[in-house]
């Protein structure tokens, strides 16, 4: 099972809250930009309105703590699918298809 939250104080939402939370956001921004947008074409000068921003963002966002926690587990998890061994492995199947290859047509 996934240790995933275990270790967070405080209990996350439910995914479905969180999902409905952020399309919310997102739906504001776009609302507030189509506003905008209409002020500029009506005449109004850009300098003098308010561009909107997000007010909200889900806990990781704003913890740096957590996002420098995540960025470090990635880091050392994350290995190159090239390695050595994965090199070799390819060199004695090629070396074993072309001594395959040579019984074969001599």
């Not at 963002?57 to 957590?66: G, L, S, W």
Request: charged share 35%.
């Amino acid at each position: 099972m996934s240790q995933r939250h275990r270790t967070a104080e405080v209990p996350l939402p439910p995914k479905q809250e969180r999902r409905a939370h952020a399309h919310g956001e997102r739906h504001r921004i776009h609302v507030e930009l189509d506003q905008v947008a209409h002020l500029v074409s009506a005449g109004a000068d850009p300098e003098d309105l308010h561009e909107p921003v997000s007010a909200w963002k889900p806990m990781h966002h704003h913890d740096a703590e957590v996002a420098r926690t995540k960025q470090a587990k990635r880091k050392r998890n994350t290995r190159h699918w090239k390695t050595k061994m994965w090199k070799r492995r390819t060199q004695l199947r090629r070396e074993r298809a072309r001594a395959l290859r040579s019984l074969q047509a001599g």
